[in-house]
């Protein structure tokens, strides 16, 4: 039998569905992909949503001006550990350097706080500066974007009931266009197309979405070519 910290860790709708969800690379550093998609974002960055605080302490071993926030005490007593500065606090209350950030990040599936995508955009863009961008993982193409309610499970043990949604890469422009932003650039990560992980690039007026693959994407995505997605929300 296993123990209560052997137990996986999952994330589970009231239908009984079972979302995407990776506690190991929650508290893990951050791995060659995410270094390389960091590697030449703008800062200063807020990391939304920071956990124990790995990109953080990522970003400031480079060189780039970082912070996190995060609601949970245990996540951000972990980030001070490992010596990132991180707040304990919810994206909704008032945090420092509103309408300065350089780039805020929605990783791990982060764009589901809150349960409504559009919601979560409009307070991140508010946060910008005026070149400003959000860093947003998305669900893969050809997903369906939900709107739905979760717990967290271990075992028998789980927490209550919390909205949550999923953002799709087909409906990334047009949920972006509805929080007063554009997708700007769209990569995933190389391998398999199983196991890729999707980012979007959400900034102000004048870009679209392109695929590509992340590491000769980098660099170019200012300049991206766009192809309007015409796939509408549905909620679950």
């Not at 060189?63 to 490992?82: H, Y």
């Amino acid at each position: 039998m296993r123990s209560p910290a052997e137990e996986e860790i999952q994330l589970r709708t009231r239908d009984g569905q079972l979302l995407p969800f990776e506690p190991s690379r929650w508290s893990a550093r951050a791995n060659e992909d995410e270094r390389a998609l960091l590697a030449d974002i703008e800062g200063p960055v807020l990391d939304v949503g920071c956990g124990p605080g790995r990109l953080v302490a990522h970003l400031l071993m480079n060189g780039i001006t970082a912070m996190g926030v995060d609601p949970a005490p245990g996540a951000v007593a972990l980030a001070r550990e490992r010596g990132a500065p991180v707040l304990q606090r919810a994206v909704w209350e008032r945090l420092p350097g509103e309408g300065r950030w350089g780039t805020v990040l929605l990783f791990d599936g982060n764009v589901g706080i809150g349960g409504d995508p559009v919601v979560l955009l409009r307070r991140c863009a508010a946060l910008l500066g005026a070149r400003g961008r959000v860093l947003v993982e998305l669900d893969a193409p050809g997903t369906v974007s939900r709107h739905v309610e979760v717990r967290i499970e271990r075992g028998e043990a789980y927490t209550p009931w919390f909205p949550w949604a999923t953002l799709s890469v087909g409906d990334a422009a047009a949920v972006a266009a509805r929080a007063g932003l554009e997708v700007t650039g769209v990569c995933h990560t190389a391998g398999p197309e199983r196991s890729r992980r999707w980012f979007g690039l959400f900034g102000g007026p004048g870009g679209c979405m392109q695929r590509c693959d992340l590491r000769p994407a980098l660099t170019a995505w200012p300049a991206l070519a766009v192809e309007r997605a015409r796939s509408p929300v549905v909620a679950g």
